[in-house]
């Protein structure tokens, strides 16, 4: 998978980068810069990073954002139900999202960049945050993304995946 950034002196003037995303066999998905779907293309931390994303959680994520980071994950919302602090109705309403929402959403995003770089396929990854894992009390990774400390928790053991210790 190739990623291509547009840069465009008129585009940078006012902050907004676009990156594409080559596919197999598809039309490239383009995903404005520090929106979620970039940031699971981009996991990496660089300078300004975290801080780039604090203020976009606090200006709020936009509906066509969380669209398409639901889209480019092979996701429904209704997957997201119980991991989201606001209801998939109250979301279809609103154009940007509270701070709450913003924040979660971002987090999932990282968890998303996290898995796909640990794991060969979204597939793969997709199947691994459904199945039990004993080291995660025999429970479902998935079901624990709905509190801070569950997200650490699920994160710690993609790390651990990642590096190959086992406990």
């Known amino acids: 998978m190739g990623v291509k950034v547009k840069s465009e002196d008129s585009i940078k003037k006012r902050g907004v980068v676009s990156t594409s995303v080559a596919r197999k ?7 404005a810069k520090f929106s979620p779907s970039w940031v699971v293309v981009n996991a990496k931390d660089a300078p300004g990073f ?16 969380w669209k398409q980071l639901i889209h480019f994950t092979g ?15 109250s979301m279809q309403k609103k ?12 987090e999932l995003a990282r968890l998303f960049g996290m898995g796909y770089e640990v794991f060969d396929s979204k597939e793969d990854f997709k199947k691994w945050l459904m199945t039990p894992s004993r080291t ?5 990774p998935f079901e624990l993304l709905d509190s801070s400390f569950g997200f650490e928790m699920v994160e710690n053991e993609i790390v651990r995946i ?6």
């Open 25 to 31: 066999g598809r039309n490239p998905v383009t995903h």
């Open 50 to 65: 975290k801080m780039e994303l604090i203020n976009r959680i606090r200006e709020g994520v936009k509906k066509t954002d």
């Open 75 to 89: 996701s429904t919302e209704k997957e997201f139900e119980h991991i989201l602090p606001a209801s998939i109705s």
């Open 95 to 106: 154009t940007v999202y509270g701070k709450e929402t913003s924040e979660r959403i971002y």
């Open 136 to 140: 995660l009390g025999n429970k479902i």
């Open 162 to 167: 990642q590096y190959n210790v086992y406990s």
